[in-house]
């Protein structure tokens, strides 16, 4: 059963940086597009960044320039480098890995969340 592990969240001030994980198990190989999404209190959900597996990622205008993704394959993982970070970048911070072909349908996975909070 897929598996993803988020860690790294926490709380920081205003121009600080924070670096998140995300760790994918229980699959024998990688899987693309993988995502980061955030969740902030009484929003929808958004995309914060898409990583498509072949170095082709979308940031969201709000985080470009100030977030970085990183993947590695061979750990079947995806790291979000946060800098310059807001306060309105304050969310819980979701890990997403799909849409993928398995078996006969098309599966999506997410992670649990990990909580971001930026103080001013």
């Known amino acids: 059963q897929v598996h993803l592990m988020e860690s790294g969240g926490g709380l920081v001030q205003a121009g600080g940086s924070l670096r998140l994980s995300c760790a994918v198990s229980?699959?024998?190989?990688?899987?693309?597009?993988m995502a980061w999404y955030r969740q902030a209190p009484g929003k929808e959900r958004e995309l914060v960044v898409r990583?498509?597996?072949?170095?082709?990622?979308n940031y969201a205008d709000s985080v470009r320039g100030r977030f970085s993704v990183s993947r590695d394959i061979a750990k079947n993982t995806l790291d979000l480098q946060m800098n310059n970070l807001k306060p309105e970048d304050t969310a819980v911070y979701y890990c997403?890995?799909?849409?993928?072909?398995?078996?006969?349908?098309?599966?999506?996975?997410w992670g649990q969340g990990t909580q971001v909070t930026v103080s001013s």
């Open positions: 997403n890995a799909g849409p993928v072909l398995m078996g006969d349908s098309l599966k999506n996975f």
């Open positions: 229980g699959v024998t190989r990688a899987i693309s597009p």
């Open positions: 990583d498509r597996g072949d170095m082709r990622r």
